[in-house]
C-alpha cells in the first residue's frame, strides 16, 4: 500500500458494494498480520488490482496473466498407498478446501440476510448427502449446551473472537447464518460462514489419501448442484483472503518422525524441495516434543487441486525414506 494507491482507492467501492476501506482495515488494525487483506466480494480483485496483484505476485507467484486448472480427480493421484510399515507412522489425513458461492459477496461483504440464504443452501446440500458423506446441519444460533460440548470435543466447533476477522466485518451479526455439517461417521465436516461461506472438510485416521480426497470431491460436486461457486480461470476458486486463492486446499497428515524430530536441517531441505510445510501437530505456529508433525502442501494458486495433493503425497513419501535412514 502506498499514499497514492490509498488516495486512488480510498473512497471507492467494488461492484458489489464492498469498500475499499473494508477490504484493507484488517491489516490497518493488526500490523502484524501476515497479509492483511480481505477481499469483500470476487470483484474486488478487479477493482482494486493495483494492490491485489502485486500481494498475489509475491505471495503465490502468480501474475496476471497467468491461469489456474483445477482438477479435483482422486484417480489421478500416484504412489498415494502406503506399505503396512509406512503408513503406521502416519495417524492421521485430512484434506480441506475453501469455497465461496457465485451470486453473494465475500463474508466482509454479506448482510445478515444473505449469510442466512447462503446457509440455506448448504442445509439444502447436505440434506442430500448420503452413505459416507449423510450426517446432520447444526447452525450455531440456538445451539443447546450439549450439541455444542459435543463439538467441541470432536475439535469442529468455530468460535467468533478472532481479531483478524473482526477487523475486516467477518464476525457481524454472530452468531446469526453460520453452522457445523457433520457426518455420522464423524469423518467430515463443513464450516458455514466463517471466514469462507464454506470450508469443507474430509478426514480419516490412517494413511489413505486417495479415501479422503475421493471424499472431498464427491461433497464438492454435490454442494455445487445447489450453488456454483465463485471461480474465474486466472485466480481459481475465489477467497476472501488472497492466500488461499486457487485452490483454498490444504492437504495434511499427521506423521510420527521420531528420528527426524532431531534433525530438523533435513527435514526444511525436503520440505522445501518437495513444496510442503512442516508443522506441529497441535496447530499453525506450533512446535513439537513427541516427534509428530503436520505435513502440508505449501502451494494455493496455479496449481491443480490434485497436484497439491501429489506434493504432499511425495513430501511423506520423502520424509519416511528419510526417517529410516536416519542411525
Known sequence: MTEALWNEYKDQKCAQGVSFKTCVYSGIANLDSGVGLYAGSADAYNKFNKLFDPVIKEYHGHGVNDKHISDMDAEKLTNADFNEEDAALILSTRVRVARNMADFPLGPGV?????LEIMGYVQAACEKFEDDL???FYPLEGMDSETQDTLIAEHVLFKEGDRFLAACNLNRDWP????????????FNIWCNEEDQLRIISMDKGADIKGVFSKLQRACAGIEKEAKFAH???LGYITSCPTNLGTGLRASVHIKLLKLNKNKKKMQEIADKFNVQIRGAHGEHTETDD???????????????RSLVQDMIDGVRALIAAERAEP
Open 111 to 115: 448482510s445478515k440476510e444473505q449469510r
Open 134 to 136: 449423510k450426517g446432520v
Open 176 to 187: 446469526s447464518g453460520r453452522g457445523i455439517y457433520m457426518n455420522e461417521l464423524h469423518t
Open 232 to 234: 474465474n480461470e486466472h
Open 291 to 305: 516427534g509428530i508433525f503436520d505435513i502440508s502442501n505449501r502451494r494455493r494458486l496455479g496449481h491443480s487441486e
